[in-house]
């Protein structure tokens, strides 16, 4: 995407943190060429959440595709005077030429498991690390609290309203498609709309009914401009009264050969004035106006407002899936996990990596219910029927292979949740999902750490 | 700001709700032209804060005045079909004529204070609703984090490490910039040290010592490929035997001329580790080693150090800023006040706004500290000594009149912070600092709420 322009390309460039500088120009002196394997996971479970959904998977591969540094980057590096000029001369040469193995977007993953294996010469999986992770972890948020929107939901439409308190313009792009991957309908931003070519919707403003003499001259006017079923927001003043507005609008539009497509509840007591709304609606014959609801909605006040029966249609959500409010980061690491052909790990406090390069297993029953993942090295066979892999080799030698649209993996994310045990496709507790290691990664891994052990703290090998 | 880039023209004129459009439209088509006040400002007061700090004010202007619409962006608004062809047409000479009112970046703002007030024709004023939210919400709610997160630091120097769990590169930048203007000292983003020509700190990456033979062999290496004291990164595999290590290549870089100048803690009892190691630093004559902490600090965890007089001199904290874990969002809202002359107000429950443009005075005490703020009408005379308007005209007709610098936002929030009452320096308990509106205020809005209930529920006129 944008290929063509600079300012993005230098952005990729210095979106890092300056240690990936040191390090690779120490790497660099170093004359470390050797292939490091880095495995990008979320280590402690996010509050409030069974799962993950995978996103943000094809912007890190641009983003590794289009890593190079321009003139304009090298001299901004140099002016820092904390990287070495002989490594600063090499970066103009730089191209990321690793191998990439991926969880696609739209599966679903526990912690621990690998989302993303980088395999390249250390000094390029270690410049990837700020880049990769930026481009998951943001993306995984929101696709994982939209996706329990979407549980709440149940049949309703869900439209994404969170580009206005949301973290910047392209933050609201990355909103607006891990909202669409993981089951919303339409977004209101429109440049998500035109970047991504995802349904677009929107209603209208208090300040519109505010502008104008009376709040029923204003669902007049805006009818008779709006070319299509308009929308008309019954709050601005008295609901009920709204609605009453609303209800004579829609009948006039109806003399008219044209017609009121739904009316939104903003604020007060949605469940109620929602039952009240559809009953004045259905008492006018208007059984075919739609109610959306908004204000501050998320999946618990969904969840509240479907299991009291309320008749709504279609909810909108913004500052709450813009920012995951409940929770708002993810434990996400891009760890060193193997150089030079030995695992590598640390042994800080509560944060041990699995060493090597790996691939999960997931076994299902007859019925494709997922039973349990296995983190397995990624050499292991096939463990047998109703097991399937969920990491994918998705990039070789810096080139990308495997291309899916963000249609497939809303398609994915939607075949995923179906098939997920019920009990993790609620939102009101946390279920807790089976992940183990295979036998063979434990081994590997005990060995590992026993090694380094035994270097750095002089216990004896067993 | 990239004025030369196509792409961010488009990214701003497209990055809006589909509604700023639609309504654009309707105004458009009815001709409605007369100038319309738009206010900005935080209505519940977020969790755990005292105060706000203003940010994004910059990015605000800039993108108004760079608001416009090319041939793709007009021939992508018609592929919607939801907007008005007429008025798309009219977009192609588009430009923000409007006048603007701010705080500037760096002040201290409580809830229900205007913080931007946007006057122009009602199009230009409604289409900038999107971008104007969109610039403050995310740099405000990091500055007001970060603010806290000084508070805590005392003196200690405070590092931004936010990027990799942020969402998206421009987050990035946003939380940079906006951590600076509330006291940080530096970032570890490259791009934005090259952007805002912001410090720039980096330590070095447990990858890289587990990419070498042994932790002392990668302190040593790390030591004599960087430019410059060396930080040491100690606790990859034990705090204590890495500070060792670090003790060691330390004294052999003070035989050779050079320095190490920090260690940094990321794992385990750091107030704890942070002990132990000053001693053994002091005990080996290395005083000037300065202690670096980091890992999942945020303002409460500092405080928690600083009060257990831990020997850290700087402090590096990343996601729990970059997503102000705490208090993710602000309740900030951009709502019409005035229109064709006369005050606009919606009545939904909880989220009246006060109406007409406005002016916010401070009141401080002889020595400068603030006592009180006075939400009034913008044309109310100076209420005397020792009173201060908050806001100041920035923007005429289009053209952004005041330019204050990264540096100067910078030095207001220190000087602002210095003076403010003592009970809103602290972050353990929430102050309430008195906002109250002026008596020609109140009268104003009550007319024009009683005119409203009288025009939409047909209550009488006092």
């Not at 003139?71 to 820092?80: G, K, Q």
């Not at 929107?202 to 669902?219: I, K, N, W, Y």
């Not at 009121?260 to 259905?282: C, F, N, P, T």
């Not at 081994?443 to 035994?454: I, K, L, Y």
């Amino acid at each position: 995407m944008q290929h063509e322009n600079g300012q993005r390309l230098r952005d990729i460039a210095l979106a890092t943190d300056l240690y990936q500088m040191t390090m690779g120009a120490s790497y660099h002196a170093l004359e470390m060429n050797d292939l490091a394997t880095f495995s990008l996971m979320v280590r402690k479970p996010p509050a409030n959440r069974s799962f993950m959904v995978v996103a943000g998977i094809q912007e890190a591969l641009d983003r590794l595709a289009d890593l190079r540094f321009d003139d304009e980057v090298l001299e901004y590096l140099r002016s820092t005077g904390q990287i070495r000029a002989d490594f600063i001369d090499a970066l103009a040469n730089f191209r990321f030429r690793g191998d990439v193995w991926a969880v696609p977007e739209g599966r679903i993953v526990f912690p621990d498991e690998p989302i993303i294996e980088v395999q390249a010469p250390i000094i390029q999986a270690q410049l990837a690390e700020t880049l990769v992770i930026n481009s998951l972890h943001y993306a995984m948020t929101v696709a994982s609290k939209a996706a329990r929107c979407r549980i709440a939901a149940g049949d309703a439409s869900l439209l994404e309203f969170g580009l206005r308190r949301i973290a910047g313009i392209e933050a609201g792009l990355i909103a607006a498609r891990s909202a669409y991957i993981a089951g919303f309908n339409a977004t209101s931003n429109l440049l998500a709309g035109q970047q991504y070519d995802m349904p677009v919707a929107g209603t209208v403003a208090h300040s519109f009914v505010e502008s104008r003499p009376s709040e029923l001259d204003a669902f007049r006017v805006f009818r008779d401009t709006f070319p299509g079923p308009v929308t008309l927001l019954i709050d601005t003043y008295d609901t009920i009264r709204g609605a009453e507005h609303a209800i004579e609008v829609a009948r006039e539009a109806e003399a008219m050969g044209t017609r009121v497509g739904a009316v939104r509840l903003d604020s007060g007591d949605i469940g109620e004035l929602s039952v009240k709304v559809r009953r004045m609606l259905d008492d006018a014959g208007l059984t075919g106006v739609r109610i959306i609801a908004s204000g501050g909605l998320d999946e618990y006040s969904i969840n509240e407002l479907v299991a009291a029966g309320a008749p709504i249609d279609s909810y909108g959500v913004g500052t709450q899936i813009g920012n995951s409010v409940d929770a708002p980061t993810l434990d996400m690491a891009y760890k060193l996990v193997e150089y030079a052909g030995q695992g590598r790990l640390k042994l800080s406090t509560g944060k041990i990596s699995l060493v090597g390069p790996k691939q999960v297993w997931r076994a299902t029953d007859r019925d494709g219910t997922p039973q349990r993942d296995v983190i397995a090295t990624r050499d292991e066979p096939w463990p047998g029927n109703l097991w399937e892999p969920l990491l994918q080799p998705v990039m070789r030698s810096g080139r990308q292979m495997v291309h899916s649209s963000l249609l497939e993996a809303r398609e994915t994310f939607s075949r995923e949740l179906k098939r997920m045990p019920a009990e993790l496709r609620r939102i009101d507790r946390v279920a807790e999902y089976p992940v183990t290691r295979s036998n063979v990664l434990n081994r590997r891994q005990d060995a590992a750490v026993q090694q380094v052990r035994h270097r750095e703290s002089g216990e004896a090998l067993e």
